[in-house]
């Protein structure tokens, strides 16, 4: 079956450092990748995505390059600042996955916290 | 725009009380659509999804139902509350092939 395997949090920052959050996958077919974020309170919002093997899915300076040989598609940001506090969910999408309810399969959540 | 409306959004409840959760989505005709529980500091679990109205598939057994009476409307439902039903619920619809969320319903279950 599919699976996402996401960095353990909490993920504590000083404003303007360096994010990587990882994540790594096993899907079955040609899965769609995903990056979702969610401030406190509120519902998922998508962040970015890629469709395919090297794609490369960017938003609000957030970026992860889909990478078939590493079954990865790790979250990076260059210079974070408090707003992005929240919890990222990495999740797949599997056209394959024999359901045809285009289900997604979700990560457990990285929670981070920007200090100013 | 295609929006996802959740109702209420907030909910206290004493167990045993029966449940009503109501996901209504605009600007798009025939959606998937999806019901996730978040419970607290926990990722998200789908409980159910449905391709069409009257069709309903359930990934989990639980005291929960589903319901799709309109093509646009996805109703959460529980005729006795447990107090392991308290979470957060999120509506999502599929888009191509990501899925778009709702703002949520808090329950609680006392």
């Known amino acids: 079956g599919n699976s996402v395997t996401q960095m353990e949090g909490p993920v504590t920052l000083s404003e303007e450092a360096f994010l990587t959050i990882n994540c790594t996958y096993t899907?079955?077919?040609?899965?769609?990748l995903f990056w979702y974020v969610q401030y406190p309170g509120e519902g998922l919002q998508l962040l970015l995505k890629?469709?395919?093997?090297?794609d490369k899915g960017s938003n609000k300076g957030f970026e992860a390059t889909y990478r078939k040989e590493t079954t990865s598609f790790h979250l990076e940001k260059g210079s974070v600042q408090v707003s992005d506090s929240a919890v990222y969910f990495c999740a797949l999408s599997d056209l394959y996955s024999g359901a045809g309810s285009y289900q997604l399969t979700f990560g457990k959540g990285t929670k981070l916290s920007v200090i100013p | 725009s295609q929006t996802i409306h959740q109702w209420p959004a907030t909910l206290v409840q004493p167990v045993g009380s029966p449940l009503s959760l109501e996901c209504t989505v605009e600007?798009?005709?025939?959606?998937?659509l999806y019901w996730y529980r978040q419970a607290a500091g926990r990722g998200l679990q789908l409980l159910f999804y449905s391709v069409g109205i009257g069709q309903i598939s359930s990934e989990v057994p639980q005291n929960l139902s589903a319901s799709r009476p309109q093509d646009r409307q996805f109703i959460l439902s529980s005729k006795k509350l447990l107090l392991s039903d308290s979470g957060f619920y999120l509506c999502?619809?599929?888009?191509?092939?990501?899925?778009?969320f709702g703002p949520g319903t808090r329950l609680t279950v006392l």
């Open positions: 999502a619809r599929k888009g191509f092939n990501e899925q778009f």
């Open positions: 899907a079955t077919g040609y899965p769609s």
């Open positions: 600007g798009t005709s025939n959606p998937n």
């Open positions: 890629a469709t395919k093997a090297d």
